[in-house]
């Protein structure tokens, strides 16, 4: 768990990258400027943790890009104490994000390998989550409503399982796409039968699958 000055630097830098690139949100970027990326990704990739890109970690998953991370929290516009279901926990560096903003974080993963690891990792670096093994299809009905639900891979659509557990006034964030890319949506809940979608522009997402691996 080494976080160096030299990987502090680094951090900064991407920061200062980040805000270029047009993210705003400055809890959002305090909270990148704080975590250790370097951490959730293998050891050999370290050299690559500070650059604005994806790169891969285990089950064939990724870690998604810094500034993905970025966009996708500042849609979701974070608020202390939101309870918030993330699908997809994958690496665990988007759910970290979440804890730095002070939120309750729900987190389900259908990858068996990443969760065991997952849950391991963000233990140590003291982030208190709620996590589980499962289909993100279905999410978390027990523990819901939740008033923020962010999706971490593309989805051909937004199930309707999670809608159903996004309290009214609620945020959903999820990259939508049968295709290899996807558009980043931001759904509202307006009243429990009523929703507005709006298009924030296209990225690249490992495919949300059922089930479990």
Do not use: W
């Not at 305090?30 to 951490?39: D, G, V």
């Not at 945020?171 to 709006?198: D, F, R, W, Y």
């Amino acid at each position: 768990m080494i976080d160096t000055y030299k990987h502090k630097g680094q951090r900064l830098k991407l920061v200062s990258e980040l805000r270029q690139k047009g993210i705003a949100d400055e809890t959002v970027l305090t909270a990148i400027e704080k975590i250790p990326r370097h951490l959730f990704m293998d050891s050999s990739l370290e050299i690559h943790a500070y650059k604005d890109q994806a790169m891969p970690i285990s089950s064939g998953q990724t870690i998604s890009q810094p500034y993905t991370v970025a966009f996708q929290t500042q849609l979701l516009n974070v608020q202390k104490n939101d309870k918030i279901l993330e699908v997809g926990t994958g690496s665990g560096y988007q759910t970290a994000i979440l804890c730095e903003l002070g939120a309750k974080v729900y987190t389900i993963e259908r990858q068996k390998e990443l969760f065991d690891k997952t849950q391991i990792l963000l233990k140590k670096m003291g982030y208190i989550i709620n996590g589980f093994y499962g289909d993100g299809y279905l999410g978390l009905p027990t523990y819901g409503p939740f008033d923020k639900i962010l999706i971490t891979a593309g989805a051909p659509y937004i199930p309707e399982q999670l809608i159903l557990q996004l309290k009214v006034n609620g945020l959903l964030v999820a990259p939508i796409g049968n295709t290899n890319v996807q558009i980043m949506t931001v759904l509202k809940k307006i009243t429990e039968s009523n929703t507005e979608i709006k298009e924030h522009g296209s990225f690249i997402f490992v495919p949300m699958l059922k089930g479990k691996a």
